[in-house]
């Protein structure tokens, strides 16, 4: 991978993983309600399972997804239902502590699996694919696996910092939330960023 590819390629990675989306809003939830630690799991899992859907992607399961419009709709309809889901809990969490993974179902098995119900995870997987593993600037690669590896390394690194950063900033707003019903009003906003992330996935 030339030196070019690779600034655009970590470009493209800061631009995707340090925008909002499913991942972040629900790391800073996550720190905000039970703290950075155990938001953790979390936080590791949208790496691992973001890997691999990207080595499936890049070893022939975006072709087929692409190929078949009943997979996509169902890969869609999935995670709006999950995002949906999710937020309908967030709202229920009113004090500090009487959130737990279980309670959000956003642990480490739950945050593998909600990458194959992300939008967001699919259209950057996608995007990378096609962009950086299968081609060369505007030639067919001729090391689809190395390039497949390097894209992999790079993303790892960036979804782990992203999302650890968004956890961080809600692990440090858990005192200031702690009075009144601020807790309440920014579970509220966080579960309408995940019902507004829902909308413009039922519209796209």
């Known amino acids: 991978m030339s030196a070019e590819e690779l600034a655009a390629l970590m470009s493209f990675a800061t631009a995707m993983s ?14 905000a309600n039970l703290g950075l630690r155990r938001a953790l799991p979390f936080i590791v899992a949208v790496p691992a399972g973001w890997t691999l859907l990207m080595l499936l992607c890049g070893l022939g ?33 009113r004090r500090l502590g009487e959130a737990d993974p279980a309670q959000l179902a956003v642990g480490f098995w739950q945050g593998v699996g909600l990458q194959f119900l992300n939008i967001k995870a699919w259209m950057l997987a996608l995007a990378l694919a096609a962009g950086w593993v299968t081609s060369a600037g ?4 001729t090391n689809p696996g190395e390039r497949l590896a390097i894209v992999c390394v790079v ?3 960036f979804a782990f910092t992203s999302n650890f950063a968004y956890a961080l900033v809600g692990s440090l707003l858990r005192s200031w939330l702690a009075r009144g019903r601020r807790l309440v009003v920014f579970n509220r906003v966080m579960a ?13």
């Open 18 to 31: 340090f925008t909002p989306g499913p991942n972040t809003t629900l790391s800073t939830a996550l720190g």
């Open 61 to 93: 399961l975006a072709a087929l997804v692409l190929a078949a419009p009943a997979l996509r709709l169902a890969v869609k309809f999935g995670g709006i239902a999950y995002l949906v889901w999710l937020a309908w809990k967030l709202t229920g969490v």
């Open 138 to 141: 505007s030639l067919p690669s």
């Open 155 to 157: 993303m790892v690194g």
């Open 192 to 204: 309408a960023v995940l019902l507004a992330t829902a909308l413009w996935l039922l519209a796209a």
